[in-house]
């Protein structure tokens, strides 16, 4: 983990100089694919792995504080909610969404995308909305308070959800989404 200002201060570099060093190194058993910090709890931040588990850091002394055997492949995205501080979801090469809680094992729910997850981002504006991009050349727009049936965008290479198609009185979210596989 490095700090910005002291990255931002030292400017552009070219490939013969020295990077400054770490303030923390955590040390994870899997390649990291992902990483996201809490929101509400700045000290808080997530991992992601390469043989499908997750770890729950304390930023602030380097320490994992939780680990979970998330998903049976790798896991290329993991998200804490904006709305609920404990809240992530996480997105796997197996096909599966999953909703956690940094409290317990277990997972609070599970999707079946039926095809690679490469991306999850809870929405700014409305942290129940949970876009899903997926190798099946879609992106998936989920309510986490019903998550029956996405909204879903087809494209080739990228997506952009614009509005919940429903009238409702649930928030509407502009969010743009990459596939990444």
Not at 29 to 44: E, H
Not at 135 to 158: F, I, K, N, S, T
């Amino acid at each position: 983990m490095y700090e910005y200002d002291t990255m931002a201060a030292a400017g552009p570099r070219s490939h013969h100089s020295s990077p400054a060093a770490p303030l923390l190194t955590m040390p994870s058993g899997s390649r990291v694919s992902c990483l996201s910090f809490s929101r509400s709890t700045q000290q808080d931040l997530l991992s992601s792995d390469y043989d499908g588990g997750v770890v729950l850091w304390d930023a602030e002394c380097g320490k994992g504080t939780m680990q979970w055997d998330a998903h049976t492949r790798r896991i290329w995205s993991v998200d804490f909610s904006r709305e609920e501080a404990d809240m992530f979801a996480t997105g796997s090469d197996d096909g599966k969404v999953r909703l956690w809680t940094t409290g317990e094992r277990d997972a609070l729910m599970s999707l079946d995308v039926q095809a690679n997850v490469c991306s999850v981002q809870f929405c700014p504006e409305a942290g129940h909305l949970l876009a899903v991009g997926s190798a099946g050349h879609a992106v998936l727009l989920y309510d986490m308070r019903a998550a029956r049936e996405p909204y879903q965008v087809r494209h080739h290479r990228a997506a952009r959800l614009l509005r919940n198609p429903s009238r409702s009185s649930k928030p509407a979210c502009a969010a743009a989404a990459v596939v990444r596989c």
